[in-house]
């Protein structure tokens, strides 16, 4: 399960890579560690409203859905899906898209039998958009789902515990993928990766204790004991 991501993003930036306002300004925080597990907010453009961005609450639920959010997310993975569990679900349709706007995410890198958390983030370390689904609650809230992807064989040099990673979206490409464009995107995954010139570093353990406050724990960490790839 895939459920931590980061953005530490100004309301400006945002707005102006994306070229639109955002919904509601006064409750946005910048969060260097968004848990997924704790119902967190996320940044969200959605297919039928692509003028404004939203708010949406990471972990899906059913379209229409009246009872507890806990409720349902204790039954199964809401947090994200594999592209392809997508066209066969009957719960989430691919038609209801839209875009998770973040500044980063993170890896995992096993090595001598110790895990180490990597950071993946664009070299312009500007926002861009994680594809996803979404639906809205009974009473009107959204909430989001990401989609995950086969991992490109560069971020397979820090990512070795799974084969999946987000799939990721440019600033400049996001229409595509809310529009009727959206097919080129899932036959060609990996292309945005290379295109916004990932880069990767390790951080601080600290990672895995989920009570990060601080941006500056996204800052580079040297392990003697890891051989970082290059």
């Known amino acids: 399960m895939y459920y931590k991501l980061s953005n530490i993003a100004t309301i400006e930036d945002m707005e102006l890579v994306f070229d639109m ?14 848990n997924g597990l704790k119902e967190e907010l996320l940044p ?66 096993l090595s001598k039998g ?35 992807t086969n991992i490109s064989k560069k971020a397979s040099k820090y990512h070795n515990i799974s084969k999946r990673i987000p799939l990721i979206i440019s600033g400049d490409n996001y229409n595509n ?20 010139n990932f880069q990767c570093h390790p951080i601080a353990r600290e990672f895995y204790k989920n009570s990060i406050l601080f941006e500056s724990f996204l800052d580079p960490s040297d392990y003697e004991s890891l051989a970082i790839p290059l």
């Open 21 to 34: 306002p955002l919904k509601y300004p006064h409750i946005y925080q910048k969060n260097p560690l968004i």
């Open 177 to 196: 993928w809310l529009s009727s464009n959206y097919n080129d995107i899932i036959e060609n995954p990996n292309q945005e990766f290379d295109a916004l």
């Open 44 to 109: 969200v453009i959605t297919a039928d409203n692509t003028q404004e961005i939203q708010f949406g609450i990471w972990g899906i639920l059913p379209q229409g859905y009246k009872e507890d959010w806990s409720v349902y997310q204790k039954t199964q993975n809401t947090l994200n899906f594999n592209i392809n569990e997508l066209e066969y679900s009957d719960k989430f349709s691919l038609e209801k898209r839209c875009v998770i706007i973040v500044t980063g995410f993170f890896l995992t890198y």
């Open 114 to 148: 110790e895990i180490y958390p990597f950071y993946a983030y664009p070299k312009s370390k500007t926002p861009f958009a994680i594809a996803g689904v979404y639906n809205t609650t009974y009473d009107g809230y959204i909430t989001v789902s990401l989609i995950l």
